[in-house]
């Protein structure tokens, strides 16, 4: 007695079985795409990065951790230095007559063209009456802005970093050729390295100004018990008009600083954030940079 539920022998093994059962998605054949999936297709092959002309994306190591760490730190404690230390000038010139000194001034001997800065420049900023304050921030926060710099100093040495930073004799002339290709003076293109000329000279300048408002001001700071640094750098009165001077080549560092990083884009500022440089390369030619690699979207 046959029994309903037994299970019937596996007929597909025959000709029409065969013939009439859906083949499995290997067996059947690739039917050619349609124009709007060849347009799908191609429109998210671009957003990996690449194109028909096989274009690559290359990263480019650009700054490590630590000197971007150490660079966006210098950042607030300078902005402080310099204005814990308004607070202060803004009580030594607010008498131009009674406090006349030869040191905040443009002039030669006793004839002055200019002093910094006027009255309502500290009227619009809130910078009067501040003296204590002034002190107390900048006496404070010198320290930190000594450690970060020294810190700089000593990561660039044992790293080897030193080597892209300092200037060597061919920084003058390609720094000439730097500002003449920015002003638009030369068509010259320049050549493709982590420092140019004219940042190497500029940042290494950087670095001995640091050094220098360091020991400017250690000698106001203490001008008996660091007599030996006050001497060094001209005596007291020398040491008060190095520092004032140095600040002011800060804030012009900085503003040409920000310029650059304008003028240079995003990619550029990107890189001080997550240490590379992001550009497109060709694949045939993936020209192998130090201290860099090459990614290929394919």
Same mark, same amino acid.
């Given at each position: 007695?046959?029994?309903?539920? +037994?299970? *019937?022998?596996?007929?597909?093994?025959?000709?029409?079985?065969?013939? &009439?059962s859906p083949?499995?998605?290997?067996? *059947?054949? $690739?039917?050619?795409?349609?124009? *709007?999936?060849?347009?799908?297709?191609?429109?998210?092959?671009?957003?990996?990065?690449? #194109?028909?002309?096989?274009?690559?994306?290359?990263?480019?190591?650009?700054? &490590?951790?630590? $000197?971007?760490w150490l660079?966006? /730190?210098?950042?607030?404690?300078?902005?402080?230095? =310099?204005?814990s230390g308004?607070?202060?000038?803004?009580?030594? &010139? @607010?008498?131009?007559?009674?406090?006349?000194?030869?040191?905040?001034?443009?002039?030669?001997?006793?004839?002055?063209?200019?002093?910094?800065?006027?009255?309502?420049?500290? #009227?619009?900023?809130?910078?009067?009456? *501040?003296?204590?304050?002034?002190?107390?921030?900048?006496?404070?926060?010198?320290?930190?802005?000594?450690?970060?710099?020294?810190?700089?100093?000593?990561?660039?040495?044992?790293?080897?970093?030193?080597?892209?930073?300092?200037?060597?004799?061919? &920084?003058?002339?390609?720094?000439?050729?730097? /500002?003449?290709?920015?002003?638009?003076?030369?068509?010259?293109?320049?050549?493709?390295?982590?420092?140019?000329?004219? @940042?190497?000279?500029?940042?290494?300048?950087?670095?001995?100004?640091?050094?220098?408002?360091?020991?400017?001001?250690?000698? =106001?700071?203490?001008?008996? +018990?660091?007599? !030996?640094?006050?001497?060094?750098?001209?005596?007291?009165?020398?040491?008060?008009?190095?520092?004032?001077?140095?600040? $002011?080549?800060?804030?012009?560092?900085?503003? !040409?600083?920000?310029? +650059?990083? =304008?003028? #240079?884009?995003?990619? #550029?500022?990107?890189?001080? /954030? =997550?240490?590379? +440089? $992001?550009?497109?390369?060709?694949?045939?030619?993936?020209?192998?940079?130090?201290?860099? @690699?090459? /990614?290929?979207?394919?």
């Amino acid at each position: 007695m046959n029994d309903p539920d +037994q299970t *019937q022998p596996d007929d597909m093994t025959s000709p029409a079985a065969a013939e &009439s059962s859906p083949k499995s998605p290997i067996d *059947q054949p $690739i039917a050619p795409a349609s124009p *709007q999936d060849a347009g799908s297709f191609d429109s998210r092959r671009e957003s990996t990065g690449t #194109s028909p002309d096989r274009c690559a994306v290359k990263l480019e190591y650009k700054h &490590s951790l630590a $000197i971007r760490w150490l660079h966006w /730190i210098n950042f607030p404690l300078l902005a402080l230095m =310099i204005y814990s230390g308004l607070l202060i000038y803004w009580a030594d &010139s @607010q008498h131009e007559g009674l406090n006349a000194h030869r040191v905040f001034r443009v002039g030669f001997g006793g004839w002055t063209l200019f002093r910094l800065f006027p009255a309502w420049f500290y #009227s619009s900023l809130h910078l009067k009456f *501040q003296l204590a304050k002034g002190l107390g921030y900048h006496f404070f926060f010198m320290w930190f802005f000594a450690l970060n710099g020294a810190a700089y100093v000593l990561y660039t040495f044992f790293s080897g970093e030193w080597r892209d930073l300092v200037p060597n004799r061919h &920084s003058f002339t390609e720094a000439t050729e730097v /500002i003449l290709h920015d002003l638009g003076f030369s068509k010259h293109h320049l050549p493709r390295r982590k420092f140019n000329g004219a @940042q190497r000279l500029a940042y290494t300048g950087v670095i001995l100004m640091g050094a220098g408002s360091l020991l400017t001001g250690l000698a =106001i700071y203490k001008p008996t +018990q660091l007599h !030996v640094i006050t001497a060094l750098v001209g005596g007291y009165e020398m040491a008060r008009w190095f520092h004032f001077w140095l600040t $002011i080549a800060y804030v012009g560092f900085f503003l !040409v600083h920000v310029c +650059q990083v =304008i003028r #240079s884009g995003w990619n #550029s500022f990107r890189a001080m /954030i =997550i240490g590379y +440089q $992001i550009s497109p390369a060709e694949l045939a030619e993936r020209d192998e940079v130090s201290n860099g @690699q090459d /990614i290929s979207a394919r």
